[in-house]
């Protein structure tokens, strides 16, 4: 029992799905039990409200389906109520009694979001048709609101298990590259996390570091088209060969151009190593004709491998890199993406050793 007029009707145990909970708010005592009365004959669960104070009482310890508003109540309005139940409530429907027909009103009120607008006095079969209606309206968007919150879940759940199983491949690929390659294994990995710091410290959207991560894990994919012996060469390249490791930027591309990745893989790959100025290959590329991610890519390529060990020359190591790189800023390499580098191992936030132990 609630105070003043406010009485339960109907029995709580019973299943409310089959029943559908209605609250009525009305100031007049014979429309409330008018209202009730039909209610009742439909089998639906009924609570009484005199005015907006009430009601929003009810409101904060009940759910309902469907609420039956007056316009005019001591107090606080109906339609200010009606608007704080579409706002705080909003899979409750709402029927609007007024006891004026005003064509205005009803146009403002169902542009609201209300389901009905019922003038006094009505007809018995009025009030059914009315509310039979509203409460069906109500289920289904209920049902609707559930169903698409279930689907989101599962694109949600069936797209995390895609860039699971993406990532998955990206390792084995990068991988394949290491065992044709033992002399730079390690190398992919090297560059994937010196390019993402990069694209931090550059303040990068996380999704597009994530995207270089995985295109770094594979940006020397297309060595797997070089024969092993030129890869594994002790000694300096000749011309010939040294043009045939330059044609690995376009072999990966064209193995990775038709897969449908989320971020431009393809691309980052078969620009990793042109230059600012056009002096790079495949494409002779300049300036922002290169995409960001693989002006990141470059840098952190120069630097991994003038750092590390190759078969032909021992490591220069990292000062060594980071002076190349600060040389040729604005000339060959990007002079953000340089900045960038250099303030990381400046600050020390950058460590080859530790961030491949992660």
Not at 36 to 41: F, L, P, Q
Not at 49 to 66: G, M, P, T
Not at 145 to 156: D, I, K, P, S, T
Not at 302 to 317: K, T, W
């Amino acid at each position: 029992m609630y105070n003043g007029e406010l009485i339960r009707k109907g029995t709580a145990m019973e299943d409310r799905s089959n029943r559908g909970r209605v609250l009525i708010v009305d100031d007049e005592p014979g429309v409330r039990r008018t209202l009730e009365h039909i209610v009742k004959r439909i089998q639906r669960e009924s609570f009484l409200a005199s005015n907006a104070k009430e009601a929003r009482s009810i409101l904060e310890e009940e759910n309902f389906d469907l609420i039956l508003c007056d316009l005019r109540m001591p107090g606080e309005s109906g339609m200010d109520l009606i608007r704080h139940v579409l706002s705080v409530y909003p899979e409750t429907a709402v029927i609007m009694i007024s006891g004026a027909d005003d064509p205005d009103l009803a146009r403002e009120a169902l542009g609201m979001g209300v389901y009905g607008y019922m003038v006094k006095p009505f007809k018995p079969s009025e009030i059914i048709i009315n509310v039979s209606s509203a409460l069906h309206r109500q289920r289904l968007e209920v049902e609707k609101r559930l169903y698409l919150g279930n689907l989101e879940q599962m694109v949600e759940s069936r797209t995390a298990q895609l860039q699971d199983a993406l990532e998955g491949v990206i390792k084995v690929l990068a991988l394949t590259v290491e065992y044709r390659d033992p002399y730079t294994a390690g190398h992919q990995r090297s560059v994937a996390n010196l390019a993402c710091a990069i694209a931090e410290e550059m303040g990068c959207p996380e999704e597009q570091v994530k995207g270089i991560r995985m295109t770094g894990l594979i940006h020397d994919l297309g060595k797997i088209t070089i024969p092993s012996e030129i890869l594994v060469k002790p000694g300096r390249l000749s011309d010939l060969e040294f043009s045939l490791i330059k044609i690995h930027p376009q072999a990966g591309y064209d193995i990775l151009k038709g897969i449908d990745f989320p971020w431009p893989v393809a691309h980052i790959v078969n620009q990793h190593h042109e230059r600012m100025d056009g002096s790079g290959y495949p494409n002779g590329l300049k300036g922002e004709e290169i995409l960001l991610e693989a002006r990141i890519m470059a840098v952190a390529d120069v630097v991994e491998a003038m750092a590390s060990h190759r078969p032909y020359r021992p490591a220069l190591g990292v000062e060594k890199a980071l002076e190349e790189i600060s040389l040729n800023r604005n000339v060959l390499y990007d002079d953000q993406v340089v900045e960038a580098c250099l303030s990381l191992f400046r600050k020390g936030e950058f460590n080859f050793l530790k961030e491949n132990r992660t």
